[in-house]
């Protein structure tokens, strides 16, 4: 005989998941919960713009609301997907209707801390701050995460589902590494897009068509990334084995380095860092 239905544990996808944000990180990570199985009805997006709401609502087939605390009633993990601009007046209004269901909250704002969430929202919180990036929509994508002292397994484990589902999930152990994270991993894809253009209108110049050049571009640099996520070997050593004495991919190569191509990284990252640290500080001002 089946065992009584109060005597079975809850399946994991049955959790309500409430977004507070409807812009393109949500967009990603809801996509990526749609296509892993997860019931559009155990999905809610809280967002002010009306044409958004109607657009996910569409694609989804999810509730939406225009009002953040309708949207988290009832739910088990609450994702704040805002600008870091906006976290604060937006926790301050979350703050009430969390206290008495208590949550897993998981942000995703870049540059705040778990300690300035704690302090909008209550000590008491259990908080994931998370670092994304938007290749989540494909399954593609790389998540940084940090839990504060109050989450406890199930919710670790529930945060690493979420955003399991969009691609790989490293877990950081200080937190202060996390700015790295956004600077590596979720503002990374803009300066892959950024070579990618570059090496097509290079083409475009010596003459490759429009179309060519970046089919030729994208398909390259798709096939690069398989071989170094799918292959076990450093990007040091594919390069090293592709790279001919003398030849054409030698020449190349040796224009980036005499160009500087890997301290300009390190100080794109850098300021990329130095920005979340900042934008970290310009809440604290705003509560002063």
């Known amino acids: 005989m089946p065992e009584p239905s109060e005597s079975r544990a809850p399946s994991p996808e049955s959790r309500t998941i409430a977004f507070i944000g409807g812009g393109n990180m949500a967009r990603s990570i809801i996509g990526a919960q749609i296509a892993r ?31 953040n605390a309708e949207a988290v009633a009832g739910a088990d993990c609450v994702v704040l997907a805002v600008k870091p601009q906006v976290i604060g007046p937006v926790c301050e209004g979350l703050a009430a ?17 778990v300690a ?10 259990a908080i994931v701050r998370c670092m ?26 529930l945060a690493g589902r979420i955003l399991g589902a969009a691609g790989i999930v490293r877990w950081i152990g200080d937190e202060a590494q996390m700015d ?3 600077a590596l991993s979720g503002s990374g894809p803009a300066y892959f897009f950024l070579l990618v253009e570059a090496m097509e209108d290079a083409a475009v110049e010596l003459g490759l068509p429009r179309e060519d050049a970046r089919a030729l ?11 170094l996520a799918d292959g076990g070997e450093t990007a040091a050593t594919l390069r090293q084995r592709v790279t001919s004495p003398h030849g054409t991919t030698a020449a190349a190569l040796d224009v980036f ?3 500087g191509l890997r301290a300009l990284a390190a100080r794109a990252l850098g300021a990329a860092r130095q920005r979340g640290t900042e934008m970290s500080a310009e809440l604290d001002r705003g509560h002063a």
């Open 180 to 182: 790295t994270v956004t």
């Open 37 to 67: 199985g997860v019931p559009a009805a155990a999905i809610r997006v809280a967002e002010p713009h009306s044409e958004t709401r109607e657009a996910l609502a569409r694609e989804f087939g999810i509730a939406t609301f225009a009002d």
């Open 132 to 157: 994304p990036n938007t290749p989540a929509l494909l399954g593609a994508g790389a998540s940084g995460l940090f839990a504060n002292r109050n989450v406890d397994p199930a919710q670790r484990a």
């Open 116 to 125: 300035q969430l704690e302090g909008l929202l209550g000590a008491e919180r």
């Open 97 to 113: 209707p969390l206290a008495a269901a208590r949550p897993l909250v998981v942000s995703v704002a870049a540059g705040i801390r």
């Open 217 to 227: 571009a994208a398909q390259t640099c798709l096939g690069a990334g398989r071989m």
């Open 257 to 259: 380095e005499r160009g």
